[in-house]
């Protein structure tokens, strides 16, 4: 039997966020945490699915936005905490322990970055596009392990989560409940996006770049804004990752983050709404019981990975739903 995408959609966020109100109610703290992991890890996947599974960009360096918003936390709360001034050439601030502001500044910068690397890396396509990527990645991950102040290769440790207005973040299903929140409020922007004029644009671009400039639009400048978007919202993520850890390193811009990010959204279904909350949920489901069991449970989501790319085009949603979802 088939069921309906909406209606996968709908119980896959149901089940989200029934899970931890039930561990909540058990007193499974743990159970929460991995929860807040795997809505972040959706919400950065989210970001990549715009440029990947709408406009077709292999991106294998979105691990440094993901990173850039980790050290904006990580930067920010580490300056408020020690009271100590941070120094921006123009004008010096002491920090701040405020999420909203972080996570502006964090989209702020990912953007920024997303537009300069997207700006260089579109005048390529194909393989030529995912090297440059890749480059831009092992950049800022050797310039973050030889940042010194900062900890270079140690990383950085926060000593107390940042706060959000009217909330304790320190209690783990209030923290899940503003990083739910924000997936959610990205899903039905993401949504929008890919029925609204500029996603059909962007389509039609990842299709055919000539035909989309026969009609008057210029695909490189569709692809760029939608990479733009797809940083600030990935960088973001980092954002909230490095404040559920309270930790930042360099390995927030490692290469392998980028693939396990494109991992995500393949199994889930490329393109598609919920391929990467699907996707996270399954990673860190797997990431969690097998690695209790066996230090080598990447064999298995490796199985699992080959078995939908030879079977199952459209990732575990199109096997559910019976439709394939997005040609990259």
Partial sequence: MKFEERYLNFFV?????????????????????LATRAVILALAAVG????????????????VFFGIGGYAMGILAYHAQ??????LGVFETGGTNSMPVIWLVAMLLSGAVAFVIGL??????????????????????????????????DGLSIYVRNGFPGLNT???????????????????????LQSSPFGLALNAARQSKSRVAAV?????????????????????????????????????????????????????GVGRLMG????????????HFLGEITDFWHVFLGI????????????????ITGKEGAHV
């Fill in 13 to 33: 966020l149901v089940g989200l966020l029934l899970l931890p109100i039930w561990a909540q109610a058990m007193d499974e703290p743990f159970t929460i945490t």
């Fill in 276 to 287: 990467p909350v699907i996707g996270a949920c399954v990673f860190v489901a797997l990431e």
């Fill in 216 to 268: 008057g639009l210029n695909p490189t400048r569709v692809k760029l804004l939608a990479f733009v978007l797809s940083g600030a919202v990935t960088g973001l993520a980092g954002a909230l990752f490095a404040d559920l850890n309270r930790f930042v390193s360099p390995t927030m811009f490692s290469w392998q983050l980028s693939g396990e990010l494109i991992v995500l959204i393949i199994i889930g």
């Fill in 304 to 319: 699992i990975l080959l078995c939908i790319v030879l079977f199952g085009r459209g990732g575990l949603i199109g096997l």
């Fill in 120 to 153: 260089l890396s579109l005048r390529t396509s194909g393989v030529y596009f995912i090297m440059i990527t890749l480059a831009f990645g092992q950049m800022f991950y050797y310039f973050a392990i030889s940042w010194a102040q900062y900890g270079g290769e």
């Fill in 48 to 63: 990549l699915n715009l440029a990947l599974g709408i406009g077709g960009m292999v991106s294998f360096g979105h691990a």
């Fill in 82 to 87: 020690t009271y100590t001034t941070l120094s």
């Fill in 170 to 192: 320190l209690v783990p299903i209030e923290f899940f409940g503003i990083c739910f929140v924000l997936l959610c409020v990205t899903l039905v922007l993401f949504a929008r």
